[in-house]
């Protein structure tokens, strides 16, 4: 792609951003990567390549929010997180990944929403399959620069790749900073669970119905949805969340108190016993513990977000700077979650354009 249909193409949002300077080459791939059960399974994402000749360059890679339906993941559906990345390898010169997550696009499988170890995994391998791109086909120089960032599931998704690279790949790449965002951090202790509890409106309830899935295909926790949804909510969610169809059908199957279609004595006895297998499975997801970032770290997110909760970002910030992490929040004010997610990704994506440190090829 030229410059001039880069620019065609970039809403006026990013546009005002990033001052594009290069053609870029971008790649749809497809890569091996592995699955919460350590199995060998083809992911799919995107790889931006500038055409810059005398520079070596940074590596990022942006992790996106939630999607239901394969299709709708970058490397099929585009959508304003690919085209910022676009500008930003033209603008920024760095090589840009944008994983689809594994089960998403073209990849196999069903998307497990929220696993660490699978976002993790699809993370980490588009990081290998872009150095390895670029070097066979000698389309640029890295300079070993590593950079994480992602808003909504892509802050989760951020914060579980800086963790894995962290504590089991640090040999392999070094990272120099991370950003994520408005992710569901701290899952099990925060006033997150506590919408599966309470009776509280939730502006989008699929996402209740999409984790379950995803614990119920991680977990052992019951045998069948019944156990847990009453009827005829435990009908629905293997048919809504099955990678095929969209938010809006999806929402339209549950009601907005979305605490009402668990069954009463189970909910009651999640709220009652600490270690109910739900509490327990749910905190498996969480990213706090037993992990201190060593990475530069800033957490972006509005306190008025109505979807993942500003509490979530609160405690991974105490806990981690109690531990003597490099950490700061930003709080980005009192926009929604989905208003919040233009200011919160161009101001954290900023600060991340501010570090890259291009080097001169001798």
């Known amino acids: 792609m030229t410059v001039a249909q880069i620019q065609s193409i970039l809403p006026a949002q990013i546009s ?9 080459t971008v790649f749809r791939i497809e890569y091996k990567s592995l699955n919460k059960d350590e199995d060998t399974v083809i992911a799919s994402g995107i790889i931006i390549v500038p055409e810059v000749d ?11 929010g939630t999607v239901l339906k394969k299709t709708d993941a970058p490397s099929i559906g585009g959508g304003a997180e690919y085209l910022l990345n676009l500008a ?3 603008g920024k010169d760095v090589v840009s990944c944008v994983p689809d997550y594994l089960g998403l696009g073209t990849g196999e499988g069903l998307h497990l929403y929220l696993n660490p170890r699978e976002e993790a995994n699809s993370v980490r391998d588009i990081l290998r399959a872009a150095r ?16 994480l960032f992602g808003y909504s599931q892509g802050g989760h998704a951020t914060m579980a790749a800086q963790r894995q690279l962290e504590l089991e790949n640090a040999n392999e790449f070094k990272l120099t900073a991370s950003a994520p965002m408005a992710g569901p951090y701290a899952l099990s202790r925060t006033s997150q669970f506590n919408i599966m509890l309470d009776s509280v409106f939730y502006p989008n309830p699929f996402y209740l119905p999409y984790l379950a899935v995803s614990l119920f295909n991680t977990f052992p926790i019951y045998s069948s949805y019944s156990d847990l949804f009453k009827a005829p909510y435990d009908a629905r969610i293997p048919v809504a969340i ?14 907005n108190y979305i605490s009402t279609i668990i069954k009463d004595s189970v909910r009651n006895s999640i709220r009652n016993d600490p270690n109910h297998p739900v509490r327990l499975a749910a905190k498996s997801y969480d990213l706090v513990d037993d992990w201190t ?3 530069p770290m800033k957490l972006y997110h509005c ?6 909760f500003f509490d979530n970002a609160v405690y991974a910030d105490s806990v981690f700077r109690a531990r003597g992490a490099d950490v700061e929040l930003i709080d980005m004010g009192g926009a929604n979650h989905e208003d919040c997610a233009p200011s919160a990704i161009y101001i954290g994506a900023s600060w991340l354009y501010s570090l890259f440190k291009p080097v001169r090829i001798k």
């Open 54 to 64: 005398s520079f070596s360059l940074p590596l990022s890679s942006y992790q996106h």
């Open 16 to 24: 005002s951003l990033i001052t594009l300077k290069n053609n870029v």
């Open 88 to 90: 930003a390898s033209s």
């Open 132 to 147: 390895k791109l670029v070097k066979e086909r000698q389309s640029a120089v890295l300079n070993g620069q590593v950079f």
């Open 293 to 295: 970032p060593s990475t």
């Open 242 to 255: 099955d990678g095929y169809h969209s938010f809006g059908y999806a929402n339209s199957q549950f009601p």
């Open 303 to 308: 306190s008025g977000d109505d979807n993942v």
